[in-house]
């Protein structure tokens, strides 16, 4: 164990994190997304959701300050009846850790898989939000 780490991140994910660098990104997708099927390297983390992993990882996690919009959600299919509260958990969280970066790009459906397929990994969740998945482009530590 270490001090100060997060309990809720595992040695895998901080393997991860700590692997990335400036301008990789991480997906943490909820539970009907398909991780294993867009993910090159997948790090399971059923049981949690989204917000407490976000929190975690936001704790070590610098956004990209090179980027318009470093952060980025998949927005709601046209048609479907979902108002994803969840979002503002997610908006409320980032904006702890990083208020100035904060700034978030909607991004279609499958334009989101694709940009999910060249991301650094997939973190696979357990969360039963719709549309609850995020990308982090992730910056450099000042």
């Known amino acids: 164990m270490l001090k100060n780490i997060p309990k809720i991140l595992s040695p895998e994910l901080l393997k991860i994190l700590m692997e990335m660098g400036h301008g990789d990104e991480i997906v943490?997708?909820?539970?009907?997304?398909?991780?294993?099927?867009?993910?090159?390297?997948?790090?399971?983390?059923d049981g949690h959701g989204v917000p407490e992993l976000l929190d975690a990882i936001m704790q070590l996690f610098p956004l990209d300050t090179y980027t318009?919009?470093?952060?980025?959600?998949?927005?709601?299919?046209?048609?479907?009846?979902?108002v994803p509260v969840i979002w503002d958990k997610y908006k409320e969280i980032i904006n702890k850790y990083e208020p100035e970066n904060c700034k978030i790009e909607m991004i279609e459906r499958f334009a989101f898989y694709e940009r999910a397929k060249t991301a650094f990994a997939?973190?696979?969740?357990?969360?039963?939000?719709?549309?609850?998945?995020?990308?982090l482009k992730k910056g450099v530590v000042k």
């Open 28 to 45: 943490i997708a909820d539970g009907n997304f398909p991780a294993e099927t867009m993910g090159k390297r997948v790090v399971r983390c």
């Open 68 to 82: 318009e919009k470093p952060v980025m959600l998949m927005e709601v299919v046209a048609g479907d009846d979902v």
């Open 122 to 135: 997939v973190v696979s969740t357990g969360e039963e939000a719709l549309y609850a998945n995020i990308i």
